[in-house]
């Protein structure tokens, strides 16, 4: 979710990885040259509205699972699966079951690379929410409000401002558990109280998926 670290893990485990000598590269969310592009992210941007289905084609996964599988390079994709491809079907109020369908088979495509999926969590959601808004102010903060309370989701539930992102995250995190169980993944619960030690744990799961091939 927002604040949870994502961006900031990315990055350091790029680093990390390049520091021993490893090829990797990270690609936070809005990247220019991201290997995945999402309607999320071009609404994030502004971009102009693409009416073009293949644009966002879920084939992308299958030339990012080429990519991995024929290169040497370890690539860390930002925000990509779980926040921009599979939660805006959540936030549009679809029925689980879809939610669930469209992580499996974006799972399925990516699965030949061995992936990791590296999630992390808050412990305290309300007081993860309340603090992201607090450091990053204005105008994110209306604009973060004001798109989490004009979604479909929030909407059907008569939530609005602060308790629409509270209670909208609070309901996610099961759906999450359950989709973690489908793939080889890594919780990692409050990772910016000691960056140093979640690094630690991501790099040892890094370095056994690799070992695996």
């Keep these: ?12 485990l790029a680093a990390r990885l390049t520091d021993r000598g490893e090829d990797a590269r990270a690609f936070l969310e809005c990247a220019d040259d991201h290997p995945i592009r ?14 073009d289905a293949k644009t966002f084609d879920p084939g992308q996964w299958d030339a990012l699972a080429d990519r991995c599988r024929h290169g040497s390079e370890t690539v860390i994709v930002e925000s990509t699966l779980v926040q921009n491809s599979v939660m ?10 879809v939610v669930k369908g469209v992580f499996d088979d974006l799972a399925a495509r990516i699965a030949p690379a061995a992936p990791l999926l590296v999630y992390l969590r808050p412990s305290d959601v309300a007081a993860a929410i309340r603090r992201v808004h607090a450091e990053r102010g204005e105008p994110w903060s209306s604009r973060n409000y004001a798109f989490v309370s004009a979604c479909r989701w929030t909407r059907r539930r ?12 609070r309901a996610w995190e099961p759906i999450v558990d359950e989709l973690l169980s489908m793939v ?10 000691d960056w140093a030690g979640a690094l630690g744990r991501i790099l040892d799961a890094v370095s056994v998926r690799r070992s695996d091939g």
């Design 1 to 12: 979710m927002i604040g949870a670290g994502k961006s900031t893990t990315a990055e350091r």
């Design 184 to 193: 080889e993944s890594l919780l990692v619960v409050d990772p910016q109280h």
């Design 88 to 97: 805006p079907h959540f936030l549009d109020d679809e029925p689980i079951a």
């Design 158 to 169: 008569g939530l609005v401002g602060e308790s629409a992102v509270i209670e909208l995250y």
């Design 38 to 51: 999402t309607r999320a992210v071009d609404l994030l941007r502004g971009a102009a509205p693409v009416r």
